[in-house]
Nanobody, 126 residues
């Protein structure tokens, strides 16, 4: 059974850092395009960034570019979102998602994702 489980959320002060993890089971994440999304209270879900199956292509939303980095450990079958210089507006529930694709360069948060985790809450506040 394919499953994505996020962890690592919590309370962090503005300017702080946090690393989110997304453990994949039931599939090999290097065969999928992977992405992180977030949804803040009262707002629509936003694509944060993605990584292609090859791992070569990574794209980020303008709102997080230069502050967030997507990484993965294929041996641990885990996706990461490393977040730096956090701001109160980064407060949201963060989700990881997977898209089945044969295209090793696929990395697009606008495309529908096939599988989703349940999310982990990140709160940036002093």
């Amino acid at each position: 059974q394919l499953q994505l489980v996020e962890s690592g959320g919590g309370l962090v002060q503005p300017g702080g850092s946090l690393r989110l993890s997304c453990a994949a089971s039931g599939f090999w994440l290097a065969d999928y395009a992977m992405a992180w999304f977030r949804q803040a209270p009262g707002k629509e879900r936003e694509g944060v960034g993605c990584i292609s199956p090859s791992g070569v292509i990574r794209n980020y939303a303008d709102s997080v570019k230069g502050r967030f980095t997507i990484a993965r450990d294929v041996h641990e079958n885990t996706l990461y979102l490393e977040m730096f210089s956090l701001k109160p507006e980064d407060t949201a529930v963060y989700y990881c998602a997977a898209e089945s694709t044969l295209d090793q360069t696929m990395c697009d948060v606008q495309l529908p994702m096939d599988y989703w985790g349940k999310g982990t809450l990140v709160t940036v506040s002093s």
